[in-house]
T-cell receptor
Framework: NAGVMQNPRHLVRRRGQEARLRCSPMKGHSHVYWYRQLPEEGLKFMVYLQKENIIDESGMPKERFSAEFPKEGPSILRIQQVVRGDSAAYFC???????????????FGPGTRLTVT | KNEVEQSPQNLTAQEGEFITINCSYSVGISALHWLQQHPGGGIVSLFMLSSGKKKHGRLIATINIQEKHSSLHITASHPRDSAVYICAVGGSGNTPLVFGKGTRLSVIA
């Protein structure tokens, strides 16, 4: 059972370009979370998705950022018109369905390191 | 004030020492997570606990729900334990994780 996969591992974009980050959850996991780690800072929640639904996007910047988790394929975090301040490590995590609102362990991907030049 | 506070921020230990990292939180939670982030950046989930104590190899995690406090202990520390240890708390249902700033541990041979 492969772990959480993220690609690319490293991404370099010039200011104004678009960045697309992909996350494939573990097999059987239907919950995906995106987190951002700015240089020298802690992890911050961005968005929580289930298949075809955004459950909580309270941590997403209001502009330029969007996320999806389609019925088929990986979850995508999309950053339009990137700026230098978007340079960070973006981690994806997944967890299994959680009936009854229980918390489940989250399994993290290796992260995508985005550098905006 | 952060909802999740870790101490110490940095810790240097000699190989073989017993290590304790503390985490205090101010919100109601359903579970607390301890994560390990290696110098290469990858994150590994060490423990998820909602009460009592869990042990895995040389790692022990405890939580006191009434005091809103958790500790991560490493026995017989080794240089390969050098990493950033992160405490995160989550509520029930769809509440997202809230992270501490991490404790940077260096174990010297």
């Amino acid at each position: 059972n492969a772990g959480v996969m993220q690609n690319p591992r490293h991404l370099v974009r010039r200011r104004g370009q678009e960045a697309r980050l992909r996350c494939s959850p573990m097999k059987g996991h239907s919950h995906v979370y995106w987190y951002r780690q700015l240089p020298e800072e802690g992890l911050k929640f961005m968005v929580y998705l289930q298949k075809e639904n955004i459950i909580d996007e309270s941590g997403m910047p209001k502009e330029r950022f969007s996320a999806e988790f389609p019925k088929e394929g990986p979850s995508i975090l999309r950053i339009q018109q990137v700026v230098r301040g978007d340079s960070a490590a973006y981690f994806c995590a997944s967890s299994p369905p959680r009936p009854g609102g229980r918390s489940y362990e989250q399994y993290f991907g290796p992260g995508t390191r985005l550098t905006v030049t | 004030k952060n909802e999740v506070e870790q101490s110490p921020q940095n810790l240097t230990a000699q190989e073989g020492e017993f290590i304790t990292i503390n985490c205090s939180y101010s919100v109601g939670i359903s579970a607390l997570h301890w994560l390990q982030q290696h110098p290469g950046g990858g994150i590994v989930s060490l423990f998820m606990l909602s009460s009592g104590k869990k042990k895995h190899g040389r790692l022990i995690a405890t939580i006191n729900i009434q005091e809103k406090h958790s500790s991560l202990h490493i026995t017989a520390s080794h240089p390969r334990d050098s990493a950033v240890y992160i405490c995160a708390v989550g509520g029930s249902g769809n509440t997202p994780l809230v992270f501490g700033k991490g404790t940077r541990l260096s174990v010297i041979a």
